[in-house]
């Protein structure tokens, strides 16, 4: 019986406001893409899957060594509510729940991974989110009784109005984990950041944060 959530990657989009295909954007010794899956390897994730869409070809043959299924995303161009639509279609029968991380979120702590895939193990809320302060992060755990309402839904208003709206029951993890709320969505944001996060890039201190 699988018990913990699965790993969902988005990683469809067009890329339009970084000037180059994303997920195969270097950040320190690896690829935007490699970082990702290594984060939630190491956070205890044991399937991962990755929606892809735009310059499927070129990410799908990065995928195959990282042992990550894609999932191909033939709306892509409808926006990233399509590519959770697709996520929850092609994810496995026995799929009881799933992390949802973008692409261009690669600061966030293995650690807060690991205590998240904890706290849906030890609870039965429909909905997870990580905070620091007042201000939910990536990723959420999404669990599988929802799934139905993402694949029905019309996008309208995207996969937050969707969650905000519904009557899900839901769950807060406290984190001073500062990578929940930072994407790298441009060259510059991305600089930014590796000069913000340095450290912990160049001297491996991806470290778990405490439960």
Do not use: W
């Not at 070809?57 to 894609?70: F, K, N, Q, S």
């Not at 992060?137 to 669990?143: D, E, K, L, N, T």
């Amino acid at each position: 019986m699988i018990e913990k959530p699965d790993g969902v990657i988005l990683a469809g989009g067009f890329s339009r406001r970084m000037n180059r295909f994303k997920p195969l954007c270097p950040v320190g010794g690896e690829l935007l893409i490699d970082r990702i899956v290594r984060l939630m390897r190491e956070g205890g994730a044991e399937r991962i899957f990755a929606v892809t869409g735009h310059n499927r070809e070129l990410l799908e043959e990065r995928l195959a060594g990282l042992g990550v299924t894609p999932l191909y995303n033939d709306r892509y161009a409808e926006g990233m509510y399509s590519s959770v639509r697709r996520a929850v279609q092609g994810l496995p029968p026995d799929s009881p729940g799933f992390l949802l991380l973008p692409v261009d979120y690669p600061f966030v702590l293995p650690g807060t991974i690991g205590t998240l895939i904890r706290r849906f193990m030890s609870s039965d809320a429909d909905l997870i989110y990580p905070v620091r302060g007042d201000r939910k992060g990536h990723p959420p755990v999404i669990r599988a009784g929802v799934y139905r309402d993402i694949a029905e839904g019309d996008g309208e208003g995207g996969l937050r109005k969707l969650l905000n709206g519904g009557d899900y029951s839901r769950a807060f993890l406290e984190t001073d984990d500062e990578g929940i709320l930072c994407d790298a969505d441009t060259e510059e944001a991305l600089a930014e950041l590796m000069a913000r996060f340095g450290e912990r890039i160049r001297f491996g201190s991806d470290e778990p944060l405490a439960e």
